[in-house]
């Protein structure tokens, strides 16, 4: 069963957006702060933004002013906002709860981006 679900995933040019969403088990959704993971071929899975339970926001310098997380509590969803992304935004995008557990990796959506 997987715990979380993530959708939103695309082929976009560079300066475009996207808007990434991720259904998640309400279990680990109402106590849990909640992240958006990506990782690029042949870099490590890193961590792009974070929001907690309260909705206090965290953001890797990389994608400030360019990325906005955001969740909906009552549908168990955290969203990501990407604006103005870059050819180096192209990854595999995950949600996870922070500080992330292994076993509640989901399949991820891709996002490409065309220079």
């Known amino acids: 069963v997987q715990l979380v679900v993530e959708s939103g995933g695309g082929l976009v040019q560079a300066g475009g957006s996207l808007r990434l969403s991720c259904a998640a088990s309400?279990?680990?959704?109402?106590?849990?702060?909640m992240g958006w993971y990506r990782q690029a071929p042949g870099k490590q899975r890193e961590l792009v933004a974070s929001?907690?339970?309260?909705?206090?926001?965290n953001y890797v310098d990389s994608v400030k002013g360019r990325f906005t997380i955001s969740r909906v509590n009552a549908k168990n969803t955290v969203y990501l906002q990407m604006n103005s992304l870059r050819p180096e935004d192209t990854a595999v995008y995950y949600c996870?709860?922070?500080?992330?557990?292994?076993?509640?990796w989901g399949q991820g959506t891709q996002v490409t981006v065309s220079s």
């Open positions: 996870n709860v922070v500080p992330l557990i292994t076993n509640y």
């Open positions: 309400a279990s680990i959704f109402r106590i849990n702060s």
């Open positions: 929001i907690s339970g309260g909705g206090n926001t």
